[in-house]
């Protein structure tokens, strides 16, 4: 016999039965392998070990695995309060050697409970692990409980890259908190030797044959990948082939003002309004102000992201990846006729923003992994303006500043306003700039309903819903003139209408993004004899310079 499904309203997809086993709620991203994986890092100190770590967790986790640092560094400056000098990790210093196995001994136990019971994915082992014994002591902890495990060794012998990574981060570490950057230099590079004197490398062509790994030589100057296990690791080494570090800019705003915000509506395909027009002016002006070399345009294929480019008098390239959510049979409406006609799926988008799929669109999730060749793409090139949309905005603005699924969909990110996103060691900085152009404010903040109040918040949508189908289907069987139940055209809130739809409110038909080449006629037309209708003023958003990354909703 099929097992009976449910659909789950939120996000529209079929659930098994509550008494069947299934994966927690916030583990619905991608399920890409059988069994939890532990990534090793492998390498001498002061070879980017640490920001590998880092980027390539914030990566992960922002495509729905989630996924953890275990810096055994951390862990050491826990055991020993006081650092005193490279002599700690001398080979022959017994006593050191001690505390740092039982300090690895410790992470790995943080590492077991995080991937058997607090479900994670995926664990980033953060240590130099430079000698044979204390990697087959980590694959022996793996084989024990079940883990993958997936080396990542970082090569560098240029000493100018050696030299700016200690200048960059290791200094302003806590073991030299109070030391001044000569005596500091010093006893890191002395530290480093420690190392080298009994480094052994991974060797995938002899004793190491065996291991899945990726060799990452001179920051991306080469790479050697061996026996790559799932496609997961198949998406660390693309993503570790796609990153760089050279210095660079990404600059992200949203198109100008549109015809659509200044009434409210969501999604469609709108023109500028006559402020959005200012304000793609002004961004040339900004734009020619940074002096920027070889800069990049990019935009979505909608309208308004197209006519503020346009205004820049430089090359674009338009994406498809970059158009805004798709609102479904939401589209072209206002949050007060969504409120009124789909009083359901309102409210099930405020409990859940992040996860909610639009009847017949997406949700923050989908398009999270729409815009992964996105992200890829911005990886690889150097200075990019990206002139998107603000759910798009806000997934690239969260991959960038490790945002979670609970923040992402409310970070604001105004009209008119350019976030200017410069890489630093282990994050990003973000300079919000205002560009002096009013435009209507489009961010609704995160609502906060207590449990109780919340449950008869959506008691009463359910309530409002059947009376308003019961009055549909009366009105529908008087007009109707049939004998056939069968053949009644009434609203149905229990049918079927494919399987990524939830049994919600009716629907009408979904409105086209790009409107036909007859629509824009007649509304050209239209346009030349615009009505005198009173229209209600929106709200203005006020010229704040805000900062973006220490903003939460």
């Not at 479900?119 to 694959?139: E, H, K, P, S, Y």
């Not at 090139?381 to 979670?404: G, I, P, T, W």
């Amino acid at each position: 016999m099929p097992m009976e499904l449910t659909q789950s309203r939120i996000q529209k997809i079929w659930l098994p039965p509550d008494n069947h086993p299934a994966l927690p709620h916030r583990s619905c991203g991608p399920q890409l392998t059988n069994s939890p994986t532990v990534i090793v890092m492998v390498g001498l100190p002061a070879r980017g070990k640490t920001y590998i770590s880092k980027k390539l967790t914030r990566y992960l986790n922002w495509i729905g695995v989630p996924t953890k640092v275990f810096n055994v560094g951390e862990y050491r400056r826990e055991a020993v309060k006081h650092y005193s000098s490279y002599d700690f990790f001398r080979p022959d210093n017994e006593e050191a050697m001690k505390v740092r196995k039982q300090c690895a001994l410790h992470a790995l136990r943080d590492v077991k409970l995080y991937l058997s019971e607090e479900g994670g994915q995926i664990a980033v082992f953060d240590a130099t692990n430079t000698t044979r014994d204390r990697r087959a002591m980590i694959l022996h902890f793996a084989k024990e409980n079940g883990f993958k495990v997936f080396f990542i060794e970082s090569i560098c012998n240029d000493p100018n890259v050696v030299a700016t990574n200690i200048m960059e981060v290791k200094l302003s570490s806590p073991d030299y908190r109070d030391c001044n950057s000569a005596d500091a230099m010093d006893d890191f590079m002395k530290r480093i030797s420690c190392y080298q004197s009994s480094y052994q490398p991974l060797d995938p062509d002899n004793s190491d044959k065996e291991l899945s790994l990726i060799k990452v030589i001179d920051v991306g100057r080469r790479y050697l990948v061996n026996k790559v296990q799932d496609h997961i690791q198949s998406r660390i080494v693309y993503y570790l082939m796609n990153i760089h570090v050279q210095p660079r800019t990404i600059y992200l705003c949203r198109h100008g003002e549109s015809e659509f915000n200044l009434k409210g509506k969501i999604g469609g395909d709108s023109g500028l309004s006559s402020r959005g027009k200012k304000f793609s002016i002004a961004l040339k002006r900004f734009v020619q102000e940074q002096n920027l070399k070889d800069l990049k345009v990019w935009t979505s294929q909608l309208k308004r992201t197209i006519q503020t480019a346009e205004a820049l008098d430089l090359p674009y390239e338009q994406w498809k990846a970059l158009n805004e959510i798709d609102a479904g049979v939401c589209e072209e409406l206002t949050y007060d006729e969504i409120k009124e006609k789909h009083p359901e799926e309102f409210a099930l988008r405020d409990q859940d923003k992040y996860y909610y799929r639009y009847p017949s669109g997406e949700s923050y999730q989908d398009l999270v992994q729409r815009l992964e060749p996105v992200i890829m793409e911005l990886e690889r090139q150097e200075n990019v303006l990206v002139v998107c949309h603000q759910a798009v905005m806000r997934c690239l603005l969260a991959y960038f500043l490790d945002k979670s699924a609970e923040e992402m969909p409310y970070l604001k990110c105004p009209l008119h306003t350019v976030l200017k996103l410069t890489p630093v060691a282990y994050g990003c900085r973000v300079e919000s700039i205002f560009l002096n152009i009013e435009a209507v404010n489009t961010h609704r903040d995160k609502p906060e309903f207590p449990g109780p109040f919340r449950r008869c918040v959506f008691k009463l949508m359910r309530m409002m819903r059947t009376m308003k189908q019961t009055r549909a289907a009366l009105y529908f069987c008087q007009k109707e003139d049939q004998t056939s139940v069968d053949a009644k055209k009434g609203p149905n809130a229990l049918m079927r209408r494919n399987s990524v739809t939830p049994l919600a409110s009716p629907e009408p038909t979904k409105k086209p993004r790009i409107n036909s080449f007859e629509e824009h006629v007649a509304a050209a037309a239209s346009a030349a004899h615009p009505t005198c209708m009173p229209q209600e003023a929106p709200a203005q958003l006020p010229g704040q310079n805000l900062n973006i990354s220490h903003e939460q909703s």
